[in-house]
């Protein structure tokens, strides 16, 4: 038998009918958060433009980091930049990438130094 039930009326709430052990209660939220994450992902990847070229401070400021850390994560080569004359752009999905933790450092073992 089911240690919860939806209740009936479509207000999202869930009823416990039983105790739930530790390992249990964990993989319920575990579940739960996993969805919402899933959703959230969906969601954000349907409205936004993958492929838009921001700028440092509007990277900065949709992504809640400084302005010094889109500087640092540059030097690193964990997100390369678009030049397109004058000014320096960061591509979305690349920024995602990077403060998502699902980084690819295009310039790991190469030595990078001018001269």
Do not use: C
Not at 43 to 72: G, H, P, Y
């Amino acid at each position: 038998m089911s240690k919860f039930l939806d209740n009936q009326n479509n207000t999202g709430k869930v009823h416990f009918i039983s105790e739930m052990t530790k390992a249990e209660l964990i993989d319920f939220f575990a579940g739960v958060v996993k969805e919402a994450m899933e959703q959230r992902e969906l969601n954000m990847s349907s409205t936004l433009d993958q492929n838009e070229l921001l700028t440092r401070e509007e990277a900065a400021q949709e992504f809640k980091v400084s302005v010094a850390t889109i500087d640092n994560y540059k030097r690193y080569g964990y997100i390369i930049p678009r030049r397109l004359g004058g000014t320096v752009r960061y591509k979305r999905s690349d920024l995602q990438a990077a403060f998502s933790g699902n980084i690819i450092n295009p310039y790991k073992g190469v030595d990078r130094r001018k001269g």
